[in-house]
């Protein structure tokens, strides 16, 4: 008989391709994992990994079953969710996911409070970019995320939380009138820098550049805003800066910030779950308490 033990050790080692990863993930030692996926492929009847010197790989009917098998430990974790819900709304354990451009400014508001209104809440952060945290979300690695909208998966719900606005971050020059509302045909003469490739941020910011044809080009390939900013602050070009960072990460008189014009670019941050997900009160909790903290925090509520 299958248990939910050799489903979840399956999904590890697929997750991992290596014994040892995968057993650490599942807290169990390498020699009873290997143990619990021969008895699996004995049940089943199908080789499910082809073992490489230093590596696994799955076969064509492993990948298959994996699969399932993550459906069933997500159909199990439901479950879960469901009978402690309906015992305490928003306890035991929850996994949010969140984009590095938000993660460093709104945790430090929402935590303290999540932590104080909802004391036997068991709050798990995995801080990636908006890709991997959708496909976990999908595979039920992840309870909830909160991205910029909007996403296109058809079995997510999505709820807005805020308006965040972009500003304009360059060089402080004298002279500058820094109420001067900035059109984008000014960026014409500037070097745009952005984040490497994979970060939403940057695709917004080329969507709002996209008919601007800039002098300087693109310096791209920063991984983070504070590399951004301080390239900004040396005089290597502009950036567009959500304004949930501004006070984190312009604190250097080298650097000056503008409005743009109306209409001003921005995203809609918001915080997205499976349709399939029991835990809809738990998610509506969690929607007012980070509504009412970005709120007090002078963030533009959305909807």
Partial sequence: MISLRQLRYLDALASHLHFRKAAEAVAVSQPALSMQIKDLEQDL??????????????????????????????????????????????SGPLRLGIIP??????????????????????????ETMTQALTGELQEGKLDAVIIALPTE?????????FIDRFLLAREATPGRDPAHRVHP????????LLLEEGHCLR?????YCQNISTAGGNTL??????TVMQMVAAGYGVTLLPEICA?????????????FADPQPAR???????????RAQDFSILLDTLRETVGKAGCRLAG
């Fill in 45 to 90: 009847g199908v080789k499910l990994f082809e073992r490489l010197p230093n590596m696994v790989r799955l076969t064509r009917e492993g990948e298959e079953i994996a699969a399932r098998a993550r459906a069933i430990l997500t159909d199990v974790q439901d479950l879960t969710d469901f009978a402690r819900q309906a015992a305490k709304p928003l």
């Fill in 185 to 192: 045909k000014e960026l014409e003469s500037e070097n745009i």
């Fill in 153 to 161: 998966n058809a079995g997510f719900i999505s709820e807005p939380l």
């Fill in 268 to 278: 809609t941050v918001g915080l997205v779950w499976r349709k399939s997900s029991p």
């Fill in 221 to 226: 390939g920063a991984t983070s805003l504070a």
């Fill in 247 to 259: 006070d984190f990460e312009v604190r250097d008189d080298r650097v000056a910030l503008q409005r």
């Fill in 203 to 207: 695709d917004q910011a080329l969507n």
């Fill in 101 to 126: 451009s938000i993660a460093p400014y709104l945790l430090p508001r929402i935590l303290p409070v999540l932590t104080s209104a909802h004391p036997d809440l068991r709050l798990t952060i995995r």
